[in-house]
């Protein structure tokens, strides 16, 4: 096994082969095409290029294909599109085309379109993108004007685009890099440029800076899966590693010698550098060359005599080859314990013992007791061997650590590791079985994830063999059921299955996770044009907000009927909910836009919920308080058509009170007095005495109106105030009597007082605030003389507080209080009056106490 060992430097590599290639019917096909892998053993897609000139072979139609990682055909659809600038896959297993548009496509594993969206459109105005560098969650382009552009999202732009800092450089860079954010949706990036003048920039949304690598101009940048280190490799052939942190360090520095701009540079785990380059050769044909190595300046070539591609994995390299797929990948310290020629290590003679047993010699027991002390730790290495290994090893392996766990006293957490260990390697076995064809290791599946192997594995249709993998390692099946459902509706147009019978078989595979949303699978149902499915399905959501977002949806692509079954149940939802977002959002489907702009159908909305009014009173309710904010006449009308005398009488009456015209105020208010002297079926009796009361206030209003109306003629013709134009329509009635005793109209106040029936305590009040703000102290006087029906302390306080100690004086002692005299002598500085007061009141009660007590008689 060591003997197809490589040493670089001081470490042993190995390239085995992974599959023969069954694409070898095009030798030519990694040449012509852009190709792009992603990584944990996934899919290649290969497009035709371009830049290069191919013959015509067969039809000119263009094709876009997906390709397993042994070269199998997954899918093909039709290429239209020209301007490809690159091309790469996501986190999700997306593929993504950006184009010098700035438009970005991105594309299913099966080939299916999934999102078009351009980054910005200020690219196209700059010459459009020249080069472009793809992370997992975003897109770094660079402009023909040297301008950068980094989006954080591969499904939308909008606020996920940012212009960065301007680079100022005379000449075209060679290469941009861009390191990703430390989290998803951060715009936190920053992006290496490789100038052609020598040096390299750091560029981020607020400057860029000079970092100050030396032995440049650099022409190709690679980071690492880790995002811990970054390769540059200058057109000199200096090769440098630099450790990504807050301050760029130099690692390592090796020279090759003087080289073109490689065909790719990837990293082959975060070990070392693979470099592919094409270089003529001496009869007229072209060397395809690897170069595997960098550390101490050590490197590995390996020829080919076909082209290739290269696929960076976390714990290696795949070289996707014409005719053979093969992992290049450095011998983990496990491995190289174990079967190094010549090793006693532990593990080796671990191994050894097993050998010896199952051949029967009794010399294993020897093997073992040198070891003895060491045998837990060549337990674990042998595990660690075998999820390193293929299957022709992997099992002896495990077989060695379960041999010398039984010579074991105490094994911690041994069985755990050894079933997590057969686990693993189990699902990574299958995986590599035709036609799924995924060779994932170990290594990869652990910091993929259960969660992330189960969507890759739905995406491209394995939805049975993913559900087996989260049941058997205790995983959910959620995501995995949600892709199903989707991909059955998508692709039930020519099934005979009719809807009813496609939920059904829906809801038979969700009962195996509680509680999973229904609510997106009906989104997808809407956007197939199936709107009875998806209500169908709604009705098992348990989320409201969900089933109100799918049911607008659906009414915005539905004809005229299917509309108005949606928002009836959108509102119908919403109301039950009790969430005001909810209902706003249903509310503005039903009026094509928000309730209270003009624009909006207020009639549509009111149709809807006329039909249902009890269930939707509160969203009615709801919709005339947003109108009554300013749209006085829509809320009336839509109280009306929804028969609510009386709402529409109050938004009828709150309308008064915009206006100044005496005419449209009386025409208000006779129409106030007739909606709410009106029979509303609705109201309760309570509600009825109210508009009772209102029907006769809108009365007496009216009443109000016409004198204020004579009072303002009487004022002209009679130049009341000095000439002075006086307004009284529209005031209070309170306000119009004072205002009258302030003119010194005491009979026209009184007069009016008469005809609207205030009552003499009220009036009383009035008159004394009137003729105080008038300054006639006199009259006021000579109103207070009268027999007061409100007492005298209103005039008391009136004087005192206008200064006038004189009347009042006068008036102290008609006041009842004893108490209260002392207060008001004490606010006047007459202090022994005030005394004399407290000594009365204090006898006075004394005398009144006697008799009570009968002390008298």
């Given at each position: 096994m060591s003997s197809d060992w490589q040493k670089l430097a001081d470490l042993w590599y190995r390239k085995p082969e992974v599959y023969p290639a069954q694409w070898t019917d095009d030798p030519e096909r990694l040449h012509l095409c852009v190709a792009a892998g992603a990584p944990y053993g996934g899919p290649v897609a290969t497009v035709r290029n371009e830049h290069v000139f191919q013959p015509v072979k067969g039809s000119l139609q263009t094709h876009l294909q997906?390709?397993?990682?042994?070269g199998r055909l997954i899918q093909s659809a039709p290429w239209v599109h020209t301007g490809l600038v690159t091309m790469g896959w996501s986190a999700q297993e997306t593929l993504v085309c950006v184009f010098e548009s700035g438009l970005i496509r991105t594309f299913s594993v099966m080939c299916e379109p999934l999102h078009v969206f351009t980054i910005d459109e200020r690219i196209k105005s700059e010459g459009g993108a020249t080069m472009a560098s793809l992370w997992p969650t975003g897109v770094a382009v660079l402009t023909r004007k040297f301008s950068l552009f980094v989006n954080t999202s591969l499904t939308r732009s909008e606020d996920a685009c940012h212009r960065f800092a301007d680079i100022r450089v005379p000449s075209a860079p060679l290469c941009i890099c861009a390191l990703p954010p430390p989290s998803e949706e951060s715009a936190d990036v920053q992006v290496i440029v490789g100038t052609a003048e020598g040096p390299v920039l750091m560029v981020d949304r607020h400057s860029s800076r000079?970092?100050?690598?030396?032995?440049?101009?650099f022409m190709a940048f690679s980071l690492s899966s880790s995002g811990r280190l970054l390769a540059c490799l200058s057109t000199k052939g200096v090769f440098k590693v630099v450790a990504v942190s807050d301050e760029l360090k130099v690692l390592d520095v090796a020279n090759i010698e003087r080289i073109k701009k490689p065909k790719q540079m990837v990293w082959c785990g975060d070990d070392c550098i693979a470099l592919y380059l094409i270089a003529p050769s001496d009869h007229n044909s072209l060397q395809h060359i690897l170069f595997v190595g960098g550390p101490q300046n050590d490197w590995i070539p390996y020829q080919y005599d076909a082209p290739l591609h290269l696929v960076s994995e976390c714990d290696g390299c795949r070289v996707m080859g014409t005719h053979k797929i093969e992992f290049v990948q450095r011998v983990p310290h496990s491995v190289e314990a174990i079967f190094s020629i010549g090793s006693y290590?532990?593990?080796?003679?671990?191994?050894?013992?097993?050998?010896?047993y199952e051949?029967?010699?009794?010399?294993?027991?020897?093997?073992?007791?040198?070891?003895?002390?060491?045998?837990?730790?060549?337990?674990?290495?042998?595990l660690d061997a075998a999820l390193c290994e293929e299957a022709s090893a992997f099992k002896n392996l495990l077989k060695a650590a379960s041999f010398g766990r039984h010579f074991l006293t105490e094994s911690p957490g041994c069985p755990d590791r050894h079933r997590e260990a057969c686990r693993s390697l189990r699902i990574c076995r299958e995986l590599r079985k035709a036609p799924i064809e995924i060779p994932i290791t170990p290594a990869q599946l652990e910091k993929l994830g259960i969660a992330g192997l189960s969507l890759r594995l739905a995406q491209r249709h394995f939805h049975l063999l993913a559900m087996r993998i989260c049941e058997w390692v205790g995983h959910s099946q959620e995501k995995v059921l949600f892709h199903w459902a989707c991909e059955k509706i998508r692709h039930a147009r020519g099934s005979p299955q009719t809807d009813e019978q496609l939920c059904h078989t829906i809801l038979d595979k969700f009962q195996r996770c509680p509680g999973i949303g229904f609510a997106e699978v009906a989104r997808v149902a809407a956007e197939m044009y199936r709107p009875h499915l998806a209500t169908l399905l709604l009705n098992h959501e348990p989320r409201s907000h969900a089933q109100v977002e799918v049911l607008v949806q659906l009414s915005r692509e539905g004809d005229e009927k299917d509309r108005d079954i949606m928002l009836r149940l959108a509102l119908d939802k919403a109301a039950r909910s009790w969430d005001p977002d909810l209902m706003n959002s249903a509310l503005s489907a039903a009026c094509f836009g928000d309730p209270c702009e003009r624009r909006s159908d207020i009639q549509s909305c009111a149709k809807l919920i006329k039909e249902r009014l009890?269930?939707?009173?509160?969203?009615?309710?709801?919709?005339?308080r947003q109108l009554m904010r300013e749209q006085f006449d829509r809320a009336r009308m839509f109280n009306d058509l929804l028969d609510r005398k009386r709402q529409a009488a109050f938004a009828a009456l709150h309308r008064v009170f915009r206006q100044t015209s005496y005419d449209e105020r009386t025409k208000l208010l006779r129409f106030s007095k007739d909606?709410?002297?009106?029979?509303?079926?609705?109201?309760?009796?309570?509600e009825k005495s109210s508009m009772q009361f209102m029907a006769q206030s809108c009365a007496e209003e009216m009443e109000l109106l016409a004198e204020q109306l004579s009072l303002e003629e009487k004022a002209t013709a009679k130049s009341w105030g000095r000439g002075r134009t006086q307004r009284f329509l529209g005031l209070p009635l309170v306000t119009t009597l004072v205002k009258l005793l302030e003119l010194g109209e005491v009979r026209e106040a009184d007069e009016l007082r008469k005809t609207m029936k205030v009552s003499d305590k009220r009036y009383w009040r009035i008159k004394i605030r009137g003729l105080a703000n008038a300054g006639n102290f006199e009259e006021l006087n000579a109103f207070a003389i009268v027999n007061s029906p409100i007492g005298y302390e209103p005039f008391v306080e009136t004087f005192l507080k206008h200064g006038r100690q004189d009347f009042a004086l006068a008036l102290v002692p008609k006041v009842k209080s004893g108490e209260q005299q002392a207060q008001y002598y004490q606010q006047m500085g007459l202090h022994d009056q005030a005394q004399r007061a407290r000594q009365g009141q204090e006898r006075s009660g004394a005398g009144r106490l006697l008799n009570i007590l009968g002390v008298g008689r």
């Open positions: 997906t390709w397993t990682a042994a000079d970092i100050g690598l030396t032995d440049g101009p290590d532990p593990p080796a003679l671990l191994l050894y013992a097993l050998e010896q051949k029967g010699d009794v010399c294993a027991q020897e093997s073992l007791r040198p070891i003895k002390d060491q045998l837990a730790e060549a337990v674990s290495t042998c009890y269930e939707l009173q509160v969203v009615g309710d709801m919709v005339t909606l709410f002297g009106m029979n509303d079926p609705i109201a309760t009796d309570a």
